[in-house]
Every structure is written in structure tokens, then in C-alpha cells.
């Protein structure tokens, strides 16, 4: 089974960002966020700055075809724009966690186990979700990929 943690819930305290906000095909998310994070890590390494999280996506769709994500990663402060990378801040809010392992293209059966607990306990899903990737693909076989799938609620 994908998902290797419990299912829990927890307040995420709002968290300053720097982000670039696109739309891609799944076929081509993983080229495209590589040069995303490129692009941020090269913005903060020059003003000698380094993240305060792991990278991260928001999905603002669920068109696989034509999907509106922000990728990115938390930071200490809140940073001027450069170019198509700019600031942004996560909200506080009420989360619905779970992390999955594995290739990031088996998360459906851990997003609907999520789904069912969220109804089993009368909860409703509200906002956007967020992926939060724990570990590095480049160096990390797509078996072992730690992904934790943040669903907020109210």
C-alpha cells in the first residue's frame, strides 16, 4: 500500500513563499518544476538565502491536461518578485495529512483513502491541496519518492 502514515490532522501556521504559478500538462510537470526550482534556488543562493522547507506544489485544478499549479518553497521572509518567481504566503488552516510513498503518479488510491476518512468524520474539504515532496527525485529511486499530500478542512 502507498500511503505509509496514519491519516492526521493539524493547524499549518501561514509560512511566507517564493512561487511561480503556471499551467502544464502532466505529461510535462516534472520539466517544467525542475526549471522552477532551479529558477528559486538560484534567486536565493545569489541573495545568499536558503529555504526553510522542501519544495511543494499547490494544484489549483485537477485538468491533467491543462493544470494550474504553484510550485515552490517556503522562506524565512517575504522576498521581491524576480521575474516569474514571486512572493507568496501558505495560510494558516486546518490540514488533513497523510504521506505517501511512491511514484508520484500512484497518489490516487492515497488521495481517495483521504477522501473517505475526511467524509468518515464529517469534514469537508475546502481550498487547495498541496504536495509536499520530502525527498529528492534525482537522487531517490521512484519506489522510495516521500510525498506528503496536505488537504485543508473545514
Known amino acids: 500500500m502507498p500511503r505509509v502514515s496514519e491519516i492526521w490532522i493539524y493547524e499549518q501556521r501561514e509560512c511566507n513563499t517564493l512561487i511561480v504559478r503556471t499551467r502544464v500538462s502532466v505529461n510535462n510537470i516534472m520539466n517544467v518544476t525542475s526549471k522552477i526550482y532551479s529558477d528559486i534556488f538560484t534567486y536565493l543562493a545569489e541573495l545568499n538565502e536558503i529555504p526553510c522547507g522542501v519544495p511543494f506544489i499547490t494544484y489549483h485544478n485537477t485538468d491533467m491536461n491543462d493544470m ?40 490516487p488510491p492515497t488521495y481517495e483513502e483521504m477522501h473517505k476518512w475526511v467524509a468518515s468524520k464529517g469534514l469537508t474539504p475546502v481550498g487547495i491541496v498541496r504536495e509536499v515532496y520530502l525527498n529528492d527525485p534525482s537522487n531517490t529511486s521512484e519506489d522510495e519518492l516521500l510525498t506528503e499530500i496536505l488537504m485543508p478542512i473545514k
Do not use: M, W
Not at 522562506?75 to 511514484?103: M, T, W, Y
Open 68 to 107: 494550474d499549479i504553484a510550485a515552490g518553497v517556503p522562506v524565512s521572509k517575504e522576498f521581491s518578485q524576480r521575474g516569474d518567481v514571486v512572493p507568496g504566503k501558505l495560510p494558516n488552516a486546518k490540514v488533513v495529512a497523510c504521506i505517501h510513498r511512491g511514484p508520484y503518479h500512484s497518489t
